[in-house]
């Protein structure tokens, strides 16, 4: 060592440190990163339930479907997924209505609820 040319760079210490505040700020922005992309498909898989009873309530209101009193449930595919449809239809306050009510399951070994939907159709006479 030349006292006349002090050496340059970053002690040991001052490396691990820099380390260490780069790795807990890689660790916050991974997690951050797969948090986004976990709410992504849980929304993504909420719409596509939501369209599903709303097209089901769609059909009904056009008399594409018989809409006969009772529980009905049936599974079926839309968008490359496996879904459960729970309906329930029954009178409604008017007389010259019946609600619906709609639910919209994931299928398989347990089944979560995506969407829920409440309606009403023409009554047929």
Same mark, same amino acid.
């Given at each position: 060592?030349?006292?006349?040319?002090?050496? !340059? /760079?970053?002690?040991?210490? *001052?490396?691990?440190?820099?380390? %260490? $505040?780069? =790795?807990?700020?890689? $660790?916050?922005?991974?997690? &951050? #990163?797969?948090?986004? =992309?976990?709410?992504? +498909?849980?929304? &993504?898989?909420?719409?596509? +339930? !939501?369209?599903? +009873?709303?097209?089901?309530?769609?059909?009904?209101? &056009?008399?594409?479907?018989? #809409?006969?009193?009772?529980?009905?449930?049936?599974?079926? %595919?839309? &968008?490359?997924?496996?879904?459960?449809?729970?309906? *329930? $239809?029954?009178?409604?306050?008017?007389?010259?209505?019946?609600?619906?009510?709609?639910?919209?399951?994931?299928?398989?070994?347990?089944? @979560?609820?995506? =969407?829920?939907?409440? /309606?009403? @159709?023409? =009554? !047929?006479?």
């Amino acid at each position: 060592m030349n006292a006349s040319h002090p050496e !340059q /760079g970053f002690t040991l210490l *001052e490396v691990m440190v820099a380390l %260490a $505040i780069f =790795a807990t700020l890689s $660790i916050a922005l991974f997690n &951050a #990163a797969s948090h986004v =992309a976990v709410t992504s +498909a849980a929304l &993504a898989e909420r719409s596509l +339930a !939501q369209w599903l +009873a709303d097209n089901r309530l769609n059909e009904l209101r &056009a008399h594409m479907r018989p #809409a006969s009193a009772g529980n009905d449930e049936e599974r079926l %595919a839309f &968008a490359g997924r496996d879904w459960r449809l729970a309906s *329930e $239809i029954g009178p409604a306050p008017d007389p010259r209505l019946l609600k619906v009510s709609l639910e919209v399951l994931t299928d398989g070994p347990r089944p @979560i609820r995506r =969407a829920h939907l409440v /309606g009403f @159709i023409e =009554a !047929q006479r």
